[in-house]
Structure formats: C-alpha cells, structure tokens
C-alpha cells in the first residue's frame, strides 16, 4: 500500500504567480488535512477536508488559499499570487476514518520557494 | 487557545546515553491522544509514540518512552541508548477525539547525538 503521496517535492514560484500543491492519500483514506511549516517552526493545521467537502478551514488564511478534495484525484491546495510569506513546506495528511484510533499519515511535503 | 509548548530549543546528547525533551500543552478537553513526532532532514514526519490521555500507563515503544502527568500537562519523551540516526528535530502534539481530529503541534526540539 503505497503511502500519501504530495507533489510537487519541491516548487518554486515568482510572487503574484499561482501554487499547485497535490496529494494523494493512502488508498482508503477520505480524510485529508493540510499543514503548512514555516522555518524553524512546528506544523500548523490549516485546513481538513473530506471527499468533495470542507470540514474544517480555520487554519486557512482568509485570502489567496483555498482547498478542495473532489471526488476524483488528489487534494489540491491552492495559493493565488503568491508572496514570498508563503515560503514554507506544506504538509499533507489522510485517515481513513475521523475516530479517536485512527492515526494521521504525513506525505513527505512540498517545499515552497517564492522568489 | 489550545497551545503545545516545548520549552528547549535544541538538546545535545552522548552516544548510547539517555536523553528527554520536554513537553507541555494546554487544553481543557479531557478526550485526547498525545504525540511525539520526529523530523529528520529529509523533513518526512514519522510517528515515534503515542499515548491516550485516559490511559494512565505510559506508553513504550523499545527505547522510546513517555512520561505522562496528565494533571500536570505535561507529556515528556525518553529516549534511551541514543544512536545516531535519533538525531533530529522532535515535536510533540495533540489531537482532541472526535474534533475533526486536527493536531496540534509545539515548535520543536532539535536534537542532536554525538559520536
């Protein structure tokens, strides 16, 4: 079973072009959840989805984010007009159910350099 | 807010030897899981231990261990006989059940292991 997989590993974008970061969860997961890690500092939730639903968004700056998980293909988190703030590695997560035993497992990020 | 605080930056210890980060975190839920999470430069998160909060056991997992004083908040990782690949950053987090299940991470301890 292959694990959750985020693409591209690494991206590099001028500011006010647009991201695209993919993920694709464990087979069976319909639970994905978006962290962003700025530089020396811990993962911070911003978004949970489910298939073709937000469930959660409060991590998720107001502006330029958004997120979706169709019903078909990866999650997609979007970043419009990016500046160089956005700079960070972004961290994608699935479960496959949202109940107290059921682990989260992280995708190896995309890094993102905004020049 | 519901925060997670580590309170040592970086932590240096010998060969073989023993070392333990520290934790704390705030919450007024009583239903969680608690999580120590390790970073290695490749950045991939890997899972090192897990406790629920209403066991009072502390976890193990071979050389990993918690300290878990639940009224005390505070949620300590013993790491003994360290070798060389330990070394890397640490973060502790939480997930309150049944809340979308979201973590909650610290800033991290990097740690590192000397020859």
């Known amino acids: 079973n292959a694990g959750v997989m985020q693409n591209p590993r690494h991206l590099v974008r001028r500011r006010g072009q647009e991201a695209r970061l993919r993920c694709s969860p464990m087979k069976g997961h319909s639970h994905v959840y978006w962290y962003r890690q700025l530089p020396e500092e811990g993962l911070k939730f911003m978004v949970y989805l489910q298939k073709e639903n937000i469930i959660d968004e409060s991590g998720m700056p107001k502006e330029r984010f958004s997120a979706e998980f169709p019903k078909e293909g990866p999650s997609i988190l979007r970043i419009q007009q990016v500046v160089r703030g956005d700079s960070a590695a972004y961290f994608c997560a699935s479960s496959p159910r949202v109940s107290s035993g059921y682990e989260q497992y992280f995708g190896p990020g995309t890094r993102l350099t905004v020049t | 807010a519901q925060t997670v605080t580590q309170s040592q930056p970086e932590m240096s210890v010998q060969e073989a030897e023993t070392v333990t980060l520290s934790c704390t975190y705030d919450?007024?839920?009583?239903?969680?899981?608690l999580f120590w999470y390790k970073q290695p430069p490749s950045r991939q998160m890997i899972l090192v231990i897990r406790q629920e909060a209403y066991k009072q056991q502390n976890a193990t997992e071979n050389r990993f261990s918690v300290n878990f004083q639940k009224a005390a908040k505070s949620f300590s990782l013993k790491i003994s006989d360290s070798q060389l690949g330990d070394a890397a950053m640490y973060f502790c987090?939480?997930?309150?059940?049944?809340?979308?299940?979201?973590?909650?991470f610290g800033g991290g301890t990097r740690l590192m292991v000397k020859p």
């Open positions: 987090a939480y997930r309150i059940n049944n809340a979308g299940n979201m973590l909650t």
């Open positions: 919450t007024s839920e009583s239903d969680y899981y």
